[in-house]
């Protein structure tokens, strides 16, 4: 083995090392292992899931250097399975004509996964590596869906984007009393529905609803429907048949239209996952939004990834933004 390829084991293993308190935790199989720059592995994370590791390239490696990177993986940790995704900068334009290449369905090392169940703070959550970029579950969210579930007793939540409803399966745990999730993906909302099942949780079909986010926004505003707690976990980038949402433009459209349907005294919870959008600006707009939508927010407390398993630097701060704010 090369110096430098012993070098890259070596910053794997450290970076392993790191996450103890995770690995250690028997509530949590699910957390990142490698976060790029900060733990000494530029353009490179790595996603762990039980036995299952997801790497991700957020540049265009050489075959040699991604079979170096595998090796190393390998040497490092002997997984038992590894996939691999490919997220360069245009990968958001690629994903429909390049999907194979850019997520390949199979595994790059190791024994294939169909699906398998992780756990987030003793949460059951189902992954599946060969389904495209994303595999089920946004492990920098976890904090974010633990205070969740602490705050939603007896309340009524709005789960926007909801995904595979990790925030609205957090909330039912936590004794919310509703959660209407919404999301442009039937399909994830099955998925949704599949991760309630696995919580023993009832499942309502009425409150998981396909639709374009703002126009259920504006359709429940005019009904007068309000929710205790409303979260806004957008894409960075999404287009749906009557829409267009782009986190950097449109992120205080988004606040102004969920702070319409915020009960009054209930909260808003604005999130922004867009790097280049920087937390002093995203916030500026989500305030702007409120008061458009001629509401006060109080206070604006910062959630954010977890510093175990997302560690930061000064070249490369957390990509990830939560604001919760009170609209009395």
């Not at 399975?81 to 900068?89: E, G």
């Not at 970029?133 to 705050?151: E, F």
């Not at 109080?298 to 175990?308: D, I, K, N, Q």
Request: proline residues 7%; neutral net charge.
């Amino acid at each position: 083995m090369s110096r430098s390829a012993s070098s890259l084991v070596e910053l794997l293993r450290q970076a392993r090392e790191r996450r103890a308190p995770l690995r250690e935790d028997p509530h949590t199989t699910a957390f990142r292992l490698v976060n790029g720059e900060p733990d000494g592995v530029p353009d490179v994370t790595v996603d762990v899931f039980e036995h299952l590791h997801v790497v991700s390239l957020y540049r265009d490696f050489t075959p040699d250097e991604e079979r170096a990177l595998l090796e190393a993986v390998e040497s490092a940790w002997a997984p038992r399975s590894v996939y691999l995704k490919r997220r360069p900068k245009e990968a958001r334009h690629l994903a429909n004509v390049a999907k194979e290449q850019l997520a390949p369905e199979q595994a790059e090392r190791g024994e294939p996964v169909e699906s398998l169940v992780a756990l987030e703070n003793g949460l059951r959550f189902l992954i599946r590596p060969g389904q495209g970029l994303s595999v089920g579950l946004y492990l920098d969210m976890r904090d974010a869906r633990a205070w969740l579930a602490g705050q939603v007793r007896g309340l009524t939540v709005l789960n926007l984007f909801s995904y595979t409803c990790g925030f609205g399966v957090a909330a039912t745990a936590g004794g919310a009393k509703r959660v209407l999730n919404v999301d442009a993906s039937r399909r994830v909302l099955d998925w949704g529905e599949e991760n309630a099942r696995l919580n023993g949780q009832p499942v309502d079909r009425y409150d998981y609803v396909a639709g374009d986010v703002f126009e259920w926004l504006g359709r429940l505003a005019r009904k007068g429907e309000t929710f205790d707690v409303v979260v806004a976990d957008p894409p960075s980038f999404a287009t749906t048949r009557t829409s267009r949402f782009s986190a950097a433009r449109d992120s205080a459209q988004l606040a102004e239209a969920a702070a319409r349907v915020v009960a009054p005294g209930g909260r808003l919870v604005a999130c922004c996952n867009l790097a280049t959008l920087e937390p002093r600006r995203f916030e500026a707009m989500v305030t702007e939004g409120v008061s458009r939508a001629k509401r006060k927010g109080g206070g604006m407390l910062p959630l954010g990834p977890s510093p175990v398993d997302f560690p930061t630097s000064p070249s490369h701060p957390a990509a990830l933004k939560v604001r919760v704010l009170e609209l009395p």
